[in-house]
Each structure stands twice: as C-alpha cells, then as structure tokens.
C-alpha cells in the first residue's frame, strides 16, 4: 500500500520525500555516533589540513602512545572523507577525538569545527602540483587546471565530490555563526604558528602541558615535516607517488607570485574577489 501510494505521487514530490528521509537517517546516525567533545578539521584541499593534524597528532600522541610521523598522521586525526559513518571505527579512540574532512556531510551535527582557509592562489598552485603526483598520463597545464577549478569547483575526472573553494568558504563562515566553528587562516600560522596554534589546541580543548605544546609547535616546522616525510614517506603519497616530489613543497604564503604567471591568477581574482577580501587576500 505504501509504495502504490509513493507510486501516485508526483515525481517531484518523491524526490523530496526522500531527501526528507536521507536527512532524518543522517540526522539519527551523527546523534548516535558523534560524541560531544569531537572536533573535525575541514577545509579545501592544501589549505593546511595536514599540516595542522599534524601537530594536532603530537598532542594526542601522548595518550596514545605512539610516535607520529608525516607518514601516519592519520592514526591520530583520520581522514573521513564525505562518509561521516565512519566515525563508527574510531569508536576506541579517546576523547577528544579529531577528524579530517574535506567534504562532510554530517556537517550540520558537528561538534566543533575547525575550518582552514588559504589564500586560493596558492591553494590552486600546491592542488595543482598534488595533481602531478597521481597516476594520470595528461594532467594538462596549470591554466587548465585552474580553469576547470574555477568552472566545476574540481578536477571532475578526480575528485568530483569537492565543493569550490568561494562556496565551500562562504557555507562555513555562514555556519561559523550558528555552530561552534573556529575559522583559521593558513597565512596566521604562518606568520606566528605558536599563537595560532595554541588557539586552535584550546578551542579543541586538548589536555596537554607547555612543553608538549612546544614540540608540536616545534615538529609543525616544515622543515621538520619534510625530514620526517623523507624518513618515514607520507600518508598521500606513496609508491611510485613518493618518487615524483615531496607532500611537504614550500609552506609559503605566496609562492604563487613566483610560480603562476598573472593572466592566471587574474583568473582566480576576478571571481572569487568578494570572498578573497573577506579575508584580505589582494
């Protein structure tokens, strides 16, 4: 009887139904599985997600008891990347847990959040040099990368779930002002990791002692990452991957001056200008 009666229905009145339902099954399933003290790191790729759960690694190393390394940060803040169900798995994990993602969808019942932006000249520079390390025989030019970065918001034939960086930006500085979400710009850590990053441990409210603080600090230099990336590879690349460069480039604020040409970051500035001066990126 239900389903004659679905049957009948208008298909647009189907289809909203069941975006009804999908939402009320996310609803029950992030209530039952989130804990209130969990945090998740999001952002656009290469605004600094790994780099922040890096350090963040070294303050939840102490109860864990492991020794963190660039190659198994994830043992420490997992990446969950779109499925928020596999918040399930981590179930062993003490609190406060933090996770990694990209593209939530429990976005809504999140906790805390701690949201990275980047200048998006620069985030569009070091995707476009992770894009040279997959295994794909044309990856194009950094012109075209941009431009279908700037037209579909991602590379379709690679990661075609990923929101553009102006929308995905704007969504969480909205969400910032009815959720517990704590908005860090990758160029503050640069200029003064030490305060920048105190701020964010507190606000994930991590137990941990000055001199914890300070190693964290300290190994979140990216020299240090990339000693510990040549010794030990990378949680993203490995394999053949390992061979074509480093995860951990330059960590500059604005290297794109140097490495992409005007016309292209002339692009970039002409459509994502009003959500650039949000956060004073000329």
């Known amino acids: ?85 596999k918040v399930k798995q981590f179930d062993d994990y003490p609190s406060p847990r933090i996770f990694r993602n990209e593209n939530p969808m429990w976005h809504d019942y999140y906790p805390k959040t701690i949201y990275l932006v980047r200048d998006p000249r620069s985030v569009f520079l070091s995707y476009y040099h992770h894009w040279l390390h997959t295994d794909r025989v044309d990856h194009g030019t950094l012109e075209e990368f941009v431009d279908e970065m700037l037209e579909y918001g991602c590379i379709r034939r690679w990661e075609p779930w990923l929101v553009r960086w102006d929308q995905q930006v704007s969504d969480w500085v909205e969400r910032a002002k009815r959720q517990p979400v704590k908005i860090v710009r990758y160029e503050d850590l640069i200029e003064d990791r030490g305060k920048t990053f105190r701020e964010i441990v507190d606000f994930a409210e991590l137990d941990y002692t000055e001199s914890l603080l300070a190693m964290a600090i300290e190994q979140g230099a990216f020299q240090a990452m990339q000693k510990s990336e040549i010794k030990h590879g990378a949680e993203s690349f490995h394999g053949e991957k390992s061979g074509k460069g480093l995860f951990v480039r330059k960590g500059q604020a604005d290297s794109w001056k140097e490495e992409m040409p005007e016309y292209v970051s002339g692009k970039i500035e002409r459509i994502f200008k009003p959500t650039m001066e949000m956060f004073g990126y000329r």
């Open 1 to 85: 009887m239900v389903e004659l009666i679905k049957n009948l229905m208008p298909p647009t009145l189907r289809k909203k139904l069941s975006y009804i339902k999908t939402k009320h099954a996310i609803r029950l399933e992030a209530l039952r599985t989130l804990r209130p003290t969990d945090v998740f790191l999001v952002g656009h790729p290469k605004s600094g997600n790994t780099w922040v759960a890096f350090m963040l690694s070294v303050i939840l190393s102490d109860k864990m008891c492991k020794k963190v390394t660039m190659a198994n940060v994830y043992q420490f803040v997992p990446n969950i990347h779109m499925a928020g169900v």
